[in-house]
DNA sequence: AAGTAAATGCTACAATGTTGCATATTTATT
DNA sequence: AATAAATATGCAACATTGTAGCATTTACTT
């Protein structure tokens, strides 16, 4: 178990954006930090049930405003929330990386690393940040399915 | 005008899906046809006032079923649609196109023909369905601001 | 023209987004 | 270590959107 350090990981991190180190900062990180993928709303409340939801809502804002996390709406228009990789956490938003969403979990994996392809806009558009958003089936649910179905 | 030839296309359209011919269902089509960027709910609403929401919503989703319209969420998590170009009104879903959503306006273009690159997803990821999604200025805002600040 | 299937409009409620404000907590200062 | 200043939390309240049931109306079939 790190998660000590992480605690430690994150205080910095919050020190370093001029966020105070408090307990529900905390707990959100770490439970975001927990996760290989994004992480709705809904599953956070539902997992801190004694944090209030304003102030959880103010928290995310507050994170995705310091560029510690990145939001991204699933299939349903739900906002997920997953932790900025280290490059994000630079001044640039370093945002572009693949959304894969799981049409059966329902999962938002952020897969970053990718090579994202040269853009050929009409004229006159001037993008500022690229993202890919997939959907298919997941890992986990891949197998699952193959265990039920074959 | 070519609103009564619209309304006869529509008319087929909806035919062609086994959604009958209705006054709501016309006028949303007509008002999705009559731009070139996706329309959120509330702007739907907006406009026709006296459809009731819960119909529009409804509408809204029949459409999205039957491949007529999609659905793309802007930069504050809202639904905008747009209607599906006749590529996509076959039976395999063509949505892989580009969604330019303007920082400024916040209208989302469907920007259609382009190629997507070959995905190079870890192993198990079965992808279905690829959207690239882009933020950035759009013609008409970029115009604004030239004129403004330059 | 009449019957049937389907859509609309209403109502109502659930989930989520959002804000104001009093209280509590953190961090800087002494 | 104690205190002040700045900020965050928790609570309450309201706005917006998603969603469903149900009675009434409308569109298509024969």
Redesign the interface.
């Known amino acids: 178990m790190n998660a000590n350090k992480n605690k430690y990981q994150f205080g910095d991190l919050l020190a370093r954006h001029h966020l105070k180190k408090t307990e529900p900062r905390l707990r959100v990180l770490s439970m975001l930090a927990s996760k290989n993928f994004a992480t709705s709303q809904p599953d956070l409340e539902d997992v801190m049930l004694d944090i209030d939801r304003g102030t959880l809502y103010r928290i995310l804002n507050a994170f995705e405003e310091k560029g510690i996390i990145h939001?991204v709406?699933d299939l349903n228009?739900?906002?997920n929330y997953a932790l900025c990789k280290s490059s994000c956490e630079e001044n640039h938003h370093h945002d572009e990386h693949?959304h894969?969403n799981c049409?059966v979990c329902n999962n938002v994996?952020c897969?970053d690393d990718?090579?994202?392809?040269a853009?050929?806009?009409?004229?006159?558009?001037?993008?500022?940040?690229?993202?890919?958003?997939?959907?298919?089936?997941?890992?986990k649910c891949?197998?699952k399915s193959d265990i039920t179905e074959n």
């Open positions: 939001k709406f228009g739900t906002a693949l894969f049409v994996y897969l990718l090579d994202l392809p853009l050929n806009l009409p004229a006159g558009f001037q993008p500022m940040n690229l993202s890919l958003s997939a959907t298919g089936i997941c890992p891949g197998k």
